[in-house]
């Protein structure tokens, strides 16, 4: 078999030695060792695809030896979809995000390493190596807050590190739990899934405790999702679209681990249902005194994971594929929304939706895009938001009844919100504010990108449900 996951990785290491030698030519080699990332796992993709099984494994060798860290990636249904969304994200990221046409080289770079992170982060299924990954992309975006964006950025990055080292800490401690109460000692994701049973109960129910906060704060989810609306008031479009559209993912992501993995799960669910429809709900309604049109939009993210957090704690095969298919729309939805809300940023300089008139007017591509956006971000059908929040809502019904479907509710708030901001802005027929610049081909190949994904996974969900049997 091609080790399509390692040729993916080699190539994203290739290009940062690249940008380190030719400067100069940093976006365009980020463009190409991204794309070339991105065909790999597509390939890995229609390969498993096209043999009927959800898995693609490649084995590497004993990272080390002693403590049983080995370097062994491979994808499961959940893992290959948010593979995928993250090396497409990323693609469209080195391509179209640098509305703010600065920092290149830096830029390039820390895009290829946070990408590397990611599919790295996806595909190990050893957990210890999961841990590295994770701090890598961590640190990676950082540096992407910390060297780019706006006049308060640095502040924001540390803010946004704080958050970052608690959630570093609890998941080691958890990590280094499980090691030595598993009877093997093992990292290996699919030993330790098999034989947590074996561990003590009360030590379970800490290991899933530290796990559970731990991921909250990367998806983000109420009350620790404090750190995500500066970073992305501060963060540049690169940044905004790797935080929201990748990210967030890996709390998903370890989300999923932690209630699969962990039989005392189950005994959170209901407490999981009602954090989830709580934020979800308290989130709609702050959405409400925002008027910073990237600050809006990050708050619909932390609503739609709060959304995957209730698909997630179902604990039903279902609500497991509706919310990796959720955080696949919204990785690819959010990222429009981003890269729309950059470019009108940039086009206008300004993103108070009190003082933006009439977009529509110079700016046909970003408002349009916008406006899609935002009608998948509601779950529009045909749009693949509507297939992962059908999903959600059906299994969190059959699990939790009528309680499992109210947090539907806060989708219609936060769609009411985003309505009034597009006819406010967006489509007003006040005069236009002033236009000081226009976006370039690549922002509207970005758009055009973005936006066949949404509208292919809406219109032809079975390319990932087939992973999942469904």
């Known amino acids: 078999m091609i080790p399509l996951i390692g ?28 794309g070339i ?19 693609f494994t490649e084995q590497y060798y004993a990272y080390i030896t002693t403590p049983n860290i080995v370097l062994s990636l491979g994808f499961n249904a959940i893992t290959f979809t948010l ?41 190990s299924t050893n957990l210890f190596v999961f841990f590295i990954f994770w701090d890598v992309g961590v640190v990676a975006l950082f540096f992407m807050l910390y060297l780019l ?54 030590t379970e129910i800490l290991i899933f405790t530290l796990l559970f906060i731990a991921f909250l704060i990367n998806m983000p989810v109420f009350p620790v999702h404090l750190w995500l609306p500066d970073a992305h008031t501060e963060a540049s479009t690169q940044g905004s679209m790797l935080l929201s559209g990748i990210l967030t993912k890996f709390g998903g992501y370890g989300m999923i681990l932690a209630f699969t993995m962990l039989p005392v799960s189950g005994s ?18 702050v959405l409400f005194t925002q008027t910073d049109i990237k600050r809006i939009v990050a708050y619909t993210t932390i609503i739609e994971m709060s959304i995957v957090l209730i698909g ?25 929304l981003f890269l729309a809300a950059g470019s009108t940023g940039h086009i206008f300089g300004e993103r108070d939706i009190r003082l933006l008139h009439g977009v529509v007017r110079n ?7 916008f406006l899609t956006g935002v009608f998948a971000t509601t779950g529009m059908p045909l749009t693949a938001a509507f297939i992962g929040d059908l999903l959600i809502f059906v299994s969190a019904y059959r699990s939790f009844s009528t309680a499992g479907i109210i947090p539907l509710a806060a989708l219609i708030i936060m769609g009411a919100y985003l309505y009034y901001v597009i006819n406010k802005s967006l489509l007003s027929t006040k005069e236009s504010t002033k236009s000081i610049d226009y976006i370039g081909a690549t922002q509207k190949i970005g758009y055009a990108v973005l936006l066949f994904c949404i509208f292919l996974f809406g219109i032809a969900p079975f390319i990932i449900l087939k992973l999942f049997n469904l």
């Open 268 to 285: 959170f669910a209901v407490f999981t249902l009602l954090l989830g429809a709580f934020s979800a709900f308290y989130l709609a309604f």
């Open 7 to 34: 040729i993916s990785l080699v190539s994203l290491v290739l290009g940062m030695i690249l940008i380190a030698f030719s400067r100069e030519n940093a976006k365009l080699i980020g463009v190409v060792f991204s």
């Open 363 to 369: 700016a046909h591509s970003t408002a349009y895009s």
């Open 312 to 336: 997630i704690a179902s604990l039903s095969p279902l609500g497991i594929a509706g919310a990796t298919f959720a955080m696949l729309a919204h990785g690819f939805t959010i990222s429009l």
């Open 83 to 123: 593979a995928l969304m993250a090396v497409i994200v990323a693609f469209v990221t080195q391509l179209s995000g640098n509305t703010e046409r600065e920092g290149y080289a830096t830029s390039s770079a820390l895009i290829l390493l946070f990408e590397l992170a990611a599919i790295g982060l996806f595909a």
């Open 149 to 202: 964006g706006s006049a308060n950025r640095r502040r924001a990055a540390m803010k946004f590190l704080m958050y970052e080292i608690l959630a570093s800490l609890l998941l080691l401690f958890a990590i280094m739990l499980i090691y030595f109460y598993t009877p093997l000692r093992s990292f290996d994701i699919g030993y330790i899934t098999a034989n947590a049973f074996l561990i003590p109960h009360s």
């Open 37 to 55: 990332a991105m065909l790999a796992i597509i390939s890995a993709l229609a390969m498993s695809l096209l043999s009927g099984t959800a898995t």
